[in-house]
């Protein structure tokens, strides 16, 4: 148990649905992360929220959008996706966003588009 | 190019011997991170190497840092079946400088760990 949980651990959707992903950390953690990750690619980082403002947002797709209401909870709000975009999420969190801080890691979302 | 190459990409090992795993970074490295990975699950830390020739251990797990070198091993002694997974070594790379540095985590591809009883 990490103090970061992601729901749900697994999601298949049409290429015309609406999903989103959750991450919740109990951890009192002060930044955010959604990663992405592939068959034998490494992670990839997607998003970044640093004290509930996104700081780094890295040439994602607008097909996936992020919302971080507090600094607490964490979604990835997803719309037309493409089978591309099948992948494991995951969430990571950090007491702060700088160098030489720790990520805790959910379980993550495996998700399957088809 | 890939910043954080990982070797072996997989490994297959006989219980009770000992391996290594080694990442080595295209680029200057300002701290390195080992985690462990059952498939399709999360991230877990296992060590964080942040000056040069810095080593730590937990339990059967020695990692090493060779900043001149830029380069980071992990050796698991004497292995077991509770070891097999995916290790991942996380660097921080230095992406722009603004007075404090604004630093990324990558992460290699991952060596994937078989242990045979």
């Given at each position: 148990?990490?103090?970061?949980?992601?729901?749900?651990?697994?999601?298949?959707?049409?290429?015309?649905?609406?999903k989103?992903?959750?991450?919740?950390?109990?951890?009192?953690?002060?930044?955010?992360?959604?990663?992405?990750?592939?068959?034998?690619?490494?992670l990839?980082?997607?998003?970044?929220?640093?004290?509930?403002?996104?700081?780094?947002?890295?040439?994602?797709?607008?097909r996936?959008?992020?919302?971080?209401?507090?600094?607490?909870?964490?979604?990835?709000?997803?719309?037309?996706?493409?089978?591309?975009?099948?992948a494991?999420?995951?969430?990571?969190?950090?007491?702060?966003?700088?160098?030489?801080?720790?990520?805790?890691?959910?379980?993550?979302?495996?998700?399957?588009?088809? | 190019?890939?910043?954080?190459?990982?070797?072996?990409?997989?490994?297959i090992?006989?219980?009770?011997?000992?391996?290594?795993?080694?990442?080595?970074?295209?680029?200057?490295?300002?701290?390195?991170?080992?985690?462990?990975?059952?498939?399709?699950?999360?991230?877990?830390?296992?060590?964080?190497?942040?000056?040069?020739?810095?080593?730590?251990?937990?339990?059967?797990?020695?990692?090493?840092?060779?900043?001149?070198?830029?380069?980071?091993?992990?050796?698991?002694?004497?292995?077991?079946?509770?070891?097999?997974?995916?290790?991942?070594?996380?660097?921080?790379?230095?992406?722009?400088?603004?007075?404090?540095?604004?630093?990324?985590?990558?992460?290699?591809?991952?060596?994937?760990?078989?242990?045979?009883?």
């Amino acid at each position: 148990e990490t103090g970061v949980t992601q729901t749900p651990r697994h999601l298949v959707m049409g290429m015309t649905n609406k999903k989103s992903l959750k991450c919740e950390q109990h951890l009192g953690h002060n930044a955010m992360y959604w990663y992405k990750q592939s068959a034998k690619k490494p992670l990839e980082l997607m998003f970044v929220y640093s004290l509930e403002e996104r700081v780094e947002n890295n040439s994602v797709p607008s097909r996936f959008s992020p919302e971080c209401p507090n600094s607490s909870h964490l979604f990835l709000h997803l719309h037309t996706l493409q089978p591309e975009d099948s992948a494991l999420y995951l969430c990571a969190s950090s007491q702060f966003r700088e160098r030489g801080e720790k990520l805790f890691f959910g379980s993550g979302t495996q998700l399957s588009v088809l | 190019s890939q910043e954080l190459e990982q070797s072996p990409q997989s490994l297959i090992v006989q219980e009770g011997k000992n391996l290594t795993i080694n990442c080595t970074s295209s680029k200057t490295l300002y701290g390195l991170y080992w985690y462990k990975q059952k498939y399709g699950e999360g991230l877990i830390f296992l060590m964080m190497l942040q000056k040069g020739g810095e080593e730590k251990s937990h339990e059967k797990i020695t990692a090493k840092l060779d900043e001149k070198k830029q380069q980071s091993s992990l050796h698991i002694t004497a292995s077991q079946p509770s070891h097999a997974g995916i290790y991942l070594c996380g660097a921080n790379h230095l992406i722009a400088y603004s007075g404090a540095g604004s630093y990324q985590l990558t992460f290699g591809k991952g060596t994937k760990l078989s242990v045979i009883p």
